[in-house]
């Protein structure tokens, strides 16, 4: 993954009219989840904007709440590249990949971010685009190539997880497709139904007329 670095603020103050002035001021709430679990009653200090959210066995798990400028984020939100971002909160450092963003759906506005940070030793699960690379025999033989999965759901420790996805075509004939099952990527599981197409090549009209003449 490319890396990015983010600067934020801890975020203490959670009310409605807070996050509409945060809005207002160009930041984007955000939330970092995944961090570390704590037994009850927790006997430690908590930091700026960090709160405990109860999980099971009498445990809970560490999550920050934060602001960062919306024109910080702008090269790490639209784009579809991937990328460990190291974040600069409370004077110290946080691995995170950024996990969802919640959109104003009339005006498409950034209204939440949510982080998750991540560890060497803890696998994640993230989308990866998908690139196609090579000439399929299909396509030369007329056909179409379709990618109809443009991204495909990764499981592995973040360090693992790469930009982008390779698949060759060369070898796709006509009528003939890849599946999630065919594919095999070093260090990865991949999490996508195995039968799930990820690219095909379909016969076009001018290709079904030349296979027709040679089957007569």
């Known amino acids: 993954m490319k ?3 983010l600067k934020a603020e801890p975020r203490t103050e959670l009310s409605k009219q807070n996050l509409k002035k945060l809005r207002k001021e160009g930041n984007i709430p955000a939330v970092i989840s995944g961090g570390k679990i704590v037994e009850l009653p927790f006997e430690g200090t908590l930091k700026p904007g960090e709160k405990l959210v109860p999980i ?14 919306g024109d910080d984020v702008r090269k790490l939100i639209y784009t579809p590249d ?6 600069d909160l409370n004077g110290e450092t946080k691995k995170v990949v950024m996990k969802d963003l919640q ?15 991540v560890y060497p030793d ?49 070898h ?14 070093d260090g990865l599981e991949l999490m996508n139904a195995k039968n799930a197409v990820v690219c095909a090549v379909k016969l076009t009209r001018a290709a079904r007329g030349a296979q027709a003449k040679a089957e007569e």
């Open 103 to 117: 959109f104003q759906p009339v005006k498409d506005t950034v209204l939440h971010i949510d982080f998750l940070e």
């Open 82 to 87: 991937i990328f460990e971002v190291d974040l």
């Open 56 to 69: 099971e066995n009498g445990k809970a798990v560490i999550t920050t709440d934060i602001y960062v400028k």
């Open 122 to 170: 803890k696998p994640i699960v993230m989308e990866v685009p998908v690139q196609v690379e090579g000439h399929a025999e299909g396509v030369k033989a007329g056909g179409k190539l379709t990618l109809t999965m443009r991204k495909l759901k990764t499981k592995a420790t973040y360090d693992k997880i790469p930009e982008k996805l390779v698949v060759n075509v060369d």
């Open 3 to 5: 890396k990015f670095a």
């Open 172 to 185: 796709l004939g006509l009528g003939q497709s890849l599946a999630v099952g065919d594919l095999h990527f």
